[in-house]
């Protein structure tokens, strides 16, 4: 579905976001997200506009910001699935982060700007394989080729007294291709042969390490050092399948250009990126004078100037955050928005509110999706060799329990689910491949005799679901 962009992406609108009008977006993330269709709405609004933004003159263009996004609502209700899908949608760098494990500058701990760099590295890994997909081919012929040049290695070459022989050539030849077939079909998989591959890093000593709450910094001098360092290959006997996985990575490494990445990357950081700030309401309220919240409205105020625009040095170099997309997130359980210092409030202008989930969400839950459930466990079962066959009331009796478990006790919304058909399945997948019959049926019943002991014991329920 998507498309990488242009490596000049930055004066050319990305085609992979041209395709995606919102109504699209909302339909593709209801393949995999039931309900919230606020919160569908607002991303889908959001990450168009940036398209939008592309197509806008030179002279407003770099003057129309995003439209930041706050989620409110409960856990397990799907405030991070709609952000993780809208980013694969969108082929953008993604990263999430919690708001509560970030600290004001000058206390030990991670500081806010670690999270830019956190997606640029994703985004570098993210453009790094797709070009590698691109070439992916090419790489596994070339290093065929090396592979066959081990296991026939040239022949010596011949003396100055000896007439060359006509026919070698055309031997070597038939070698050679009577070797490829061989390979291809497996048969010199326990073979060895002798590759040089690069040297594991080893650990800096602790002196060259940086300080404990540094670790996000990029003055490190270890890997300063390590970059210093002569690389300087060894050479390993390994079996064929191996040799012929560290040839392709060697290929593989020749064949992407790294500089040409980094750019690309950090072209999509600052136009794509999207970072979602999870537990923002864990830093609202006022400054704590004790314990672990000491610095909550010092964060507030180290992250404002990231989510209005600034510029953040990474090793790979510097990143500008205006355009970045952020969506914070929380239940505000114990907080209100409104204990947002103003500043960052105003920079979070689109709020949607999460509705809870109901019995009758959870067992659309289920099913619908197409990652359901449901079809993940057909999918283990059915790699045994088995079917697995889930009944509708089946289905709503796992939807009324994992309900009434969340309403007995702390509220986890859909990942109840996750638990429940897990005590559900034990048995099941523990037993597999032994069980007696091709075809494993969960109806209502079997559901209330796996799970009726658990639901009216308390104490159960509290340690199992």
């Not at 039931?34 to 592309?54: E, H, L, T």
């Amino acid at each position: 579905m998507t498309t990488p962009p242009p490596t000049d992406a930055a004066d050319a609108p990305p085609p992979w976001l041209e395709e995606l009008p919102p109504k699209e977006i909302v339909k593709e993330l209801d393949r995999y997200i039931v309900g919230q269709a606020d919160a569908k709405k607002a991303v889908a609004i959001a990450i168009r506009n940036r398209w939008r933004r592309m197509q806008a003159p030179d002279d407003i263009r770099d003057e129309i910001v995003p439209y930041n996004i706050i989620m409110i609502g409960p856990t397990g209700v799907g405030k991070t699935e709609v952000a993780r899908r809208l980013a694969r949608l969108a082929g953008a760098p993604f990263l999430k982060v919690e708001a509560s494990k970030f600290t004001e500058v000058g206390y030990v701990g991670r500081d806010v700007e670690s999270m830019v760099r956190e997606l640029v590295d994703s985004a570098i890994t993210m453009v790094r394989t797709e070009r590698e997909d691109e070439v992916y081919p090419q790489a596994e012929k070339a290093a065929e080729e090396q592979l066959l040049d081990r296991l026939l290695p040239a022949p010596p070459a011949p003396r100055p007294d000896e007439a060359p022989d006509p026919k070698a050539a055309e031997r070597r030849a038939r070698s050679r291709e009577k070797l490829r077939e061989k390979l291809a079909k497996g048969e010199l998989d326990d073979q060895e042969v002798e590759v040089e591959v690069a040297p594991q890093g080893y650990p800096m000593p602790e002196a060259f390490q940086p300080p404990q709450g540094m670790e996000g910094t990029d003055m490190n001098v270890g890997e300063w050092l390590q970059e210093m360092l002569p690389k300087r290959k060894k050479r390993r006997t390994v079996k064929v399948p191996e040799a012929r996985r560290i040839l392709v990575d060697e290929q593989l490494k020749q064949m992407v250009d790294q500089d040409d990445t980094v750019a690309e990357a950090l072209d999509r950081v600052e136009n794509h990126g999207i970072l979602f700030i999870d537990e923002i309401d864990k830093i609202a309220g006022e400054r704590s004078t004790t314990g672990p919240d000491v610095s909550r409205q010092g964060v507030q105020r180290d992250l404002l100037p990231i989510v209005e625009g600034s510029t953040v040095q990474t090793r790979y170099g510097y990143v500008r955050t205006d355009h970045i997309l952020f969506i914070a997130a929380g239940a505000f359980h114990m907080a209100k928005p409104s204990d947002l210092i103003p500043e960052l409030q105003g920079r979070f202008p689109i709020r949607v509110e999460l509705q809870p989930l109901t019995e009758a969400d959870f067992t659309r839950i289920l099913t619908e999706p197409e990652n359901a459930l449901v079809k993940q466990y057909q999918a283990l079962v059915g790699a045994e060799g088995f079917q697995l066959e889930c009944t509708p009331e089946g289905v709503a009796e796992i939807a009324r329990i994992a309900f009434e478990a969340n309403a007995r006790m702390e509220n986890i919304g859909a990942r109840r689910l996750h638990t429940v058909m897990s005590t559900l399945m034990e048995e099941v997948l523990f037993h597999l491949p032994d069980w007696p019959a091709a075809t494993i049926v969960i109806d209502a019943a079997a559901v209330r005799e796996k799970l009726g002991k658990v639901v009216t014991d308390e104490d159960l329920r509290r340690w199992i679901l």
